[in-house]
């Protein structure tokens, strides 16, 4: 089979990178992964999208995109079918406003999470390096030591901040179900799924541990209390069930996605 022409370089755990992989599937686009080391990943980034250095980016063809977002907006233009985005108008701004409004939210879940998972027994190596090839996951977790402090830093990881993203996903959660009118059957936007929907459940999976998503758990990993406690109680809220609606009813599978070499 010959190699797709469209390449995803991403963090498999990245829920960024989840977002730009739901949209590929959505669209049946194939496309193949290539899995970055952390640390090392900026050297790879900024060759291809000057000016940036975080994941997930899409080679598609000619043109490099570094930021989900725009990912979303390029392959909307491109492949309009099936449409995740409503005609220009009233809905589609709204669209617009809700996915940058979660895209935020997801800064929150993931400094709330990683908050309680490095300062936790957890297996941070098996949490990223578990989807890698054999060297980079023996590579993968030597790093960690020294992987730890730099995703402090980079995502200011310490109490006060922690604490501050957990009222912020709080709020997160509260304009989902507000949005929502409650009813976890029911789309952000119009009928049927749209980027706002998407980006919504992919950067919120990990609060309910969603099965089909990258933070479903695993027999190998040792759940931090709080990140168990924080699932039960979103799981038992309307934007829970809505999150878990959502990777049941609409998370396609990764058909079209081949792993490079
Ligand atoms: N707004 C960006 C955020 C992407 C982002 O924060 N990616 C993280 C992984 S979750 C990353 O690449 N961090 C490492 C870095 O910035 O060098 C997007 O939507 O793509």
Known sequence: MPAPERTLYQFPISHY???????????????????????????????????????????????????????????????????????????????????????????????????HILDSGADLGHLMFREYGAPQRWLGRLMVP????????QYRIFPPQVEESRVKVLEGLDRLERELGGDPSRYLVGSSLTIADITAASLLASLVLAEGSPYAPGPKFLMPKAIGQMAEEVRARPAGQWLLRRYQQDRPPATSRQQAA
């Open 17 to 115: 990178c989840e977002k730009a992989r739901w949209i590929l599937d959505a669209k049946g686009l194939p496309y193949t992964v290539k899995n970055l080391m952390p640390g090392l990943h900026r050297r790879v980034t900024t060759r291809l999208v000057k000016g940036r250095g975080s994941v997930p980016v899409l080679v598609d063809g000619a043109v490099a995109l570094g930021d989900s977002t725009e990912i979303a907006l390029h392959l909307e233009r491109t492949h309009p079918s099936p449409a995740l985005l409503p005609a220009p108008g009233p809905e589609r701004d709204r669209a617009l406003e809700l996915e940058n409004f979660f895209d935020e939210v997801g800064v929150h879940v993931r400094r709330w999470s990683y908050g």
């Open 146 to 153: 020294l992987i730890k402090p730099i995703l402090r830093r």
